[in-house]
């Protein structure tokens, strides 16, 4: 009897060590499937699943794919980020949905010394001797610029701002404020409200009252309508301005009318169908809305699950340089993975042709962002 | 700040305070019945957002599972009890009352929805979807722990919300929703324009709090119904019957909580998670009106509403932080100045 239960325990433990035996990459993906952040957070996921369809293998090496939901909360993503590196022995981490929590993610990175990939946009990494983590998004600075280029562009001068009270509004207030010398804006409100406030009315009649000629929102989803609701119920007659944050169709059910005529700048991909041919970006994010619509049997809209689809991108461009040199599931590996991140060149994606290097963050430029306009319910390319 | 803006603060206050005051009634009737501070409320107001949402875009709403789900666990709990107390010859009463009521609403909607009904039926739709949950929750939740410290119940009722939260994700989905509004009359007021919506909320919230006060003051219902809150031992010698002056509390909050969701639909997005925040400034407001007055909880929560408004103009990352810093000094002063009622001694 006792031979018995010892033999079977055996083969148990046999069958949870194999895995560790065939030497797969192992991707610790995190995203916010619920909390706050779900709206973002479930696009997120979905493009990784797509992603892996697209390309499930490596250099003939199988990639096993584990993701774990953070809540929108950055201790749980501090969590999932532990035990996705200590127990689970990822090769690399990608997330998640919300900036702060990404944040928090990359400091386990960098503290436990795993490659990441980050899909929210951070604006300055925990400080750590070495560099662990890269971020796929445009970053807001840029995505801030674009849109402030159109401004001098379309002839405005004053422009009120009004945005989410997290990082995301700080990044894009800081990002307008640092716009403002080169393309001879002011931004003359700083307004914030959260996602679940039931009313913006203060603040837009704060931002009314400093004359803008236009406004930037720096929400994001659905709940980046309100303003633009208020604005319209108030009277505005003058422009609206956005980032990629707001592109998803429940933005455009919700806003309607009001929303009517916003200009956003978005990565290439939002209005893939309408770039000429010779842009970089068109055949690889059809090749995406493809394999995006073959996954989940839904047409793809939204620039979130694509930033997911460019990270996959990128591990996987730099796996098949750093699987020259050393092994899946060693420390070696993961070295190797983050300096071939480190050295991309040149690499398309949906949004952005990606460069990266040592020291920073994004690897992007300016022909990652388009700008976009809202007419009649559609985005339209607006170059 | 000039007087115009004022004005438009002022009104804007009061539209949201209206809305925290009718979940502020809710959550004071609740109260006073059961001993329960009931979290969930703000959520049920949401969930009627979210219902009306799904119902305007001819989708059925989660709420429909939800309610199937609740009235077999809720049967389910009711058969065994009865059983354990030898009451079988009640058997069938509790499944009208648990089963096939509930599931018979599920099906008139199911019904409805084919053949594309008008507004008001999608309104009354949603209502009638949505009612039947917290009494439900009450049966499964709350029931078996009725005589348990307020604490007990409160530290249920939080986790019951953050329950309820998971379920509106999985029902409803991440998205926000914003319904058509009611109306699309808008008058001026000493020069500054006022919605139809508006004033819709403002009357739901007056029209409420005086009929409950008087429900409660002058009928016999209702006195029964508060001596439960005294005392449930002792009313249970009076022959009135606790847990059935819950249900009738526990439905008469949702009907409450039901029209703030629809009122709120069409003047902001509602989330699945919105209904905390409600819920906890209608919190604030009914603890202003030391949880125990109608007239008090609604006052306390349009104050809380112009507060918000207020404090929004002058410092809009700081509004939430204002709002809640607003309970220490109520709270001192209501320890302060009430006597205390010795509710918590063994019986």
Redesign the interface.
């Known amino acids: 009897m006792r031979q018995k239960t010892l033999g079977l325990l055996a083969l148990v433990a046999g069958v949870f060590a194999a895995p560790a035996a065939q030497a797969d990459i192992t991707i610790g993906f995190v995203t916010s499937l ?3 952040g ?2 973002i ?2 696009p997120y996921g979905r493009g990784i699943n797509a992603a892996y369809e697209y390309k499930k293998t490596i250099n003939g090496e199988t990639i096993r794919l584990i993701q774990l939901d953070d809540g929108s909360d950055p201790s749980a993503a501090t969590r999932n980020a532990r035990k996705l590196v200590e127990e689970e022995k990822v090769d690399l981490l990608i997330g998640t949905a919300t900036t702060p929590s990404t944040i928090a993610m990359a400091a386990v990175a960098s503290e436990l010394k795993v490659p990441m990939i980050s899909i929210s946009p951070v604006g300055k990494l925990p400080d750590s001797p070495e560099q662990w983590v890269v971020a796929v998004p445009q970053p807001a600075s840029l995505l801030v610029k674009i849109v402030a280029d159109r401004m001098k562009r379309d002839g405005m001068k004053n422009i009120g701002y009004i945005g989410f ?1 997290d990082a995301w509004g700080d990044l894009v207030y800081n990002g307008a404020k640092a716009a403002e010398p080169t393309d001879d804006i002011k931004v003359q409100t700083n ?13 837009i ?2 931002v009314m ?1 400093a004359r803008p000629d236009a406004v930037l929102i720096g929400g994001s ?3 980046g ?2 303003p633009l609701i208020t604005l319209s119920e108030r009277g505005f007659k003058g422009n609206t301005y956005g980032t990629v944050a707001l592109v ?1 169709p ?1 933005f455009v059910t ?1 806003g309607g009318k009001a929303a009517e005529g916003i200009q956003v700048s978005a990565g290439p991909v939002i209005v893939a169908e309408q770039l000429p041919d010779e842009h970089f970006a068109k055949k690889i994010a059809l090749d995406f809305r493809a394999v995006y619509q073959k996954t989940h049997n839904i047409p793809t809209t939204d620039g979130f699950s694509a930033y997911s689809f460019d990270a996959w991108l990128i591990f996987a461009n730099a796996a098949e340089r750093a699987l020259k040199t050393a092994k899946p599931g060693t420390t070696e590996f993961r070295t190797a993975l983050r300096d071939a991140i480190l050295s991309t060149k040149e690499l398309p994606g949906v949004h952005a042709v990606y460069n990266f290097k040592p020291g920073a963050v994004t690897g992007v430029d300016e022909r990652s962002l388009v700008v976009v306009r809202l007419t009649g319910g559609v985005w339209k390319y607006a170059p | 700040m000039t007087s115009d803006i004022a004005a438009i603060l002022g009104i804007d206050g009061i539209a949201t305070g209206a809305v925290y005051a009718l979940v502020a009634i809710g959550t004071v009737l609740i109260f006073t019945v059961t001993r329960v501070i009931f979290i969930p409320f703000g959520d049920i107001a949401a969930f009627t957002a979210l219902t009306l949402a799904a119902l305007d875009a001819k989708r059925f709403p989660g709420t429909g599972a939800l309610v199937v789900v609740l009235a077999c666990l809720a049967t389910l709990i009711e058969i065994i009890s009865l059983i354990r107390n030898g009451d079988t010859r009640l058997l069938p009463r509790a499944l009208l009352f648990y089963l096939v009521l509930p599931l018979a609403v599920v099906g008139i909607a199911w019904l409805t929805m084919r053949i594309d009904p008008p507004l008001a039926v999608r309104l009354v739709l949603a209502l009638m979807l949505i009612t039947p949950i917290a009494p439900l929750l009450d049966r499964i939740v709350f029931r078996p722990i009725a005589d348990g410290t307020v604490l007990l119940l409160l530290t249920v009722s939080v986790a019951l919300h953050f329950a309820l939260v998971g379920l509106g994700l999985l029902f409803f989905g991440p998205e926000g929703v914003r319904t058509e509004p009611l109306t699309s009359l808008s008058t001026e007021f000493a020069g500054v324009l006022i919605s139809g919506q508006t004033m819709l909320i403002v009357i739901a919230a007056l029209v409420f709090s005086g009929l409950l006060y008087l429900f409660f003051d002058f009928t016999l219902v209702g006195k029964s119904l508060r001596a439960t809150a005294v005392n449930r031992t002792g009313s249970r010698l009076m022959g009135i019957r606790p847990a059935r002056a819950g249900t009738i509390a526990y439905l008469l909050g949702s009907l409450m909580a039901g029209v703030s969701g629809i009122l709120i639909a069409p003047v902001n997005t509602v989330f699945y998670d919105s209904g905390f925040l409600i819920g906890l400034k209608a919190f604030v407001g009914a603890i202003v009106g030391g949880m125990t007055s109608y007239p008090g909880a609604a006052i306390g929560a349009v104050g809380v509403g112009i507060l918000e408004s207020f404090a929004s103009f002058q410092s809009s990352a700081l509004k939430d932080v204002i709002v809640f810093s607003l309970l220490i000094p109520v709270l001192i002063w209501r320890s302060l100045a009430s006597l205390h009622s010795e509710e918590e001694i063994e019986e």
Not at chain 1, 191 to 203: H, L
């Open positions: 619920s909390g706050n779900a709206s957070g479930i009270s307004e914030r409200y959260a996602r679940t406030d039931t009313s913006v009315t203060a603040q009649l704060k009252a989803g659905t709940q309508a309100l998803n429940d919700v």
